[in-house]
Nanobody
Framework: QGQLAESGGGLVQAGGSLRLSCAASIRLFRFNAMGWYRQAPGKQRELVATITSGGTTNYADSVKGRFTISRDNTKNTVYLQMDSLKPEDTAVYYC??????????WGQGTQVTVSS
């Protein structure tokens, strides 16, 4: 049974929005910073947004101003609101623990496809 479960991906036109969710086990979520990563075809996985247990956020330059990471500590869930989507945002999106590098086994991810 996985400890991280991503959902909410789909196909959207450029300029559209999606909201991703990541449900984590209590053991992973509590007191841990959480991050969203993405991996596009033929590219390395990259970190796009992080949030500390206290709510401090940080974003990659490529998504700053368009994506918003948040967390609900009562639901052990972290979210990624993605607005003004671009075709280059197409990727499989994953969540994980940690601020700078992944600290837990990967979930299955959720596919986001942005059409031009």
């Amino acid at each position: 049974q996985g400890q991280l479960a991503e959902s909410g991906g789909g196909l959207v036109q450029a300029g559209g929005s999606l909201r991703l969710s990541c449900a984590a086990s209590i053991r992973l979520f509590r007191f841990n910073a959480m991050g969203w990563y993405r991996q596009a075809p033929g590219k390395q996985r990259e970190l796009v947004a992080t949030i500390t247990s206290g709510g401090t956020t940080n974003y990659a330059d490529s998504v700053k101003g368009r994506f918003t990471i948040s967390r609900d500590n009562t639901k052990n869930t972290v979210y990624l609101q993605m607005d003004s989507l671009k075709p280059e945002d197409t990727a499989v999106y994953y969540c994980n623990t940690g601020l700078t590098h992944p600290g837990s086994p990967w979930g299955q991810g959720t596919q986001v496809t942005v059409s031009s």
